[in-house]
């Protein structure tokens, strides 16, 4: 049985109050980086940064944290986990004496050595286990509610002996996908998104460098919108939109995530539409159409106005309670599908310029947008109504509500 090694703390001198240890020596690789590495990285997102070979532990931490190599963990375990001091993840899947496999324990040091070979032998017998610990499979560790994702998930833990690493690695890009999104994120960039996600990390590529190039385009379909080539723009903006759902996979399945890569992803998505819509009014001015020159340009103002304000309700309705407006009620989630947001316009306008009619497809996107901001004040004023009457305003998909 091979140890973890041991890594520096930037803790100094102060001993860290949990420490993690990595049972096993399991060499698979998924994403690019070795399970073990993904471990590593996913407990130090959970705040345990400190990585000790079992010799060091009964006197350097108060708890342990001990996990097996050839286990993937769903994020929401690895937090749990940290969170929860005298905890053992017993995994779902029993093996051939028909005893649940325990994957992780979280126990107090003293107790380390049992622990220990209880996780490094792969079985547990409830009637003959000394410790006293809260036992969970994934699910009642985890829940089955993804906060931040905003979707109806069971959390995974599954050992790559068992399990084909091509499915495992489904299993993690599709547990990376948000649940409320657009059509066109949901139902086609799935299959490519996991192609350009896979090549990307067998290439080291960060998501930060995605994003950047995704930013290339928006400039370039920007620039193709302004000169009056709609279709041209139309097929740039769609590539811009892939890397966008590629940038934030990437980041979730190689456990890459980061406060900037955040802010620069999502800084780009707020704020390039409607620089978009601009230049497409722009375009068409240039194109010399005269006939609906004032419907145009009304059309431009119901845009930009429409998209301002519809964001300026979904941060009302999430301080006020504390979740999404798209998860509130079914009928919000499956609105969210086609709702004026960049995807759903960017199809209406292609779909148009296709057919030979970019002018009436910028009007079309902005009777659309009128339609939907309808949809989204309704929403607020029946959240709101609710409240008023003495009721709380939950999301469907859970119990109680919660800020992703």
Known sequence: MTMTIRLSSTTGSISPATSLVIVGDCKAELWGISLRERLRRSFSTAGITVVVDAEETTTESANIIIVRSDYVLDQRLVDALAARPNTLLLSD?????????PVAIHIAADHFSQALDLIAQGQFDATNYPLDVDRFSP??????YNIKL???????AVSINNTPLSQIEKLTFDASYKGATDFVTKFFWPVPARCVT???????LTPNTVTSLSLVFVLLATWLFLQGHFLAGCFTGWLMTLLDTVDGKLARVTLTSSKWGHIFDHGIDVIHPPFWWFAWWYGLQAQGNTALAFSLEMALW?????YVLG???????????????HIWRR???????????RNPNLAILTVFTASGAPDTGFIAVAIWTVLSLMFHGSCL????????????VISYMNESPRLA
């Open 311 to 325: 964001r300026i309700f979904e941060q009302i309705f999430r301080r006020s309670f504390k979740f999404h407006m």
């Open 198 to 204: 896979k090549w990307a990390a067998a290439r080291g």
């Open 139 to 144: 699910s009642e560790l985890g829940g089955n």
């Open 93 to 101: 899947v029993v093996d051939d004496e028909n005893s649940m496999v």
């Open 150 to 156: 905003r979707k109806r998930a069971v959390p995974y």
């Open 302 to 306: 119901v845009i930009l106005g429409g």
């Open 331 to 341: 009928i919000d989630y499956l609105f969210r599908h086609i709702t004026a947001r």
């Open 381 to 392: 004023i029946q959240a709101a109504v609710v409240r008023l009457k003495g009721n709380e």
